[in-house]
């Protein structure tokens, strides 16, 4: 069997793409299938000084099995309890998740998360 290398930046970026839409619409089907999605989300800064929100959901499926999936690592511009909610409801909602369909959402139980004036 001849081994095959892919030095291609272009084939390397194209590869990833291709791989990257399947697991996308693999999560999508997962999400638009349970009856409920819990939200598991946590902001934090990264290397860069930048503002990023991490989001996960766990899905039930078909058969009643609960699994939990990764969502997306998006940078969060503003790290205000209102500016988390936009970002988590945008990526949802581009996800096929409507609000209604949240059920409860996980957290490290800090302030910006669970504060009661201007929590998520």
Known sequence: MAKLNYD?????????DCLSE????????????????IVLADESTDIANVK??????????D????????VTNVECTDATGLGIVNSL???????????????????DRASVMTGKHKGL
């Open 8 to 16: 291609s930046y272009s084939t390397y970026d194209d590869m990833l």
């Open 22 to 37: 399947v697991i996308e619409d693999d999560l999508k089907i997962r999400l638009s299938k349970s009856a409920v999605v």
């Open 52 to 61: 990023r929100l991490d989001i996960y959901a766990q899905v039930i499926s």
């Open 63 to 70: 058969v009643m099995k609960p699994s939990t999936h990764y």
């Open 89 to 107: 409801l945008h990526e949802l909602h581009s996800r096929g998740v409507e609000s209604e369909k949240i059920m409860s959402l996980g957290s």
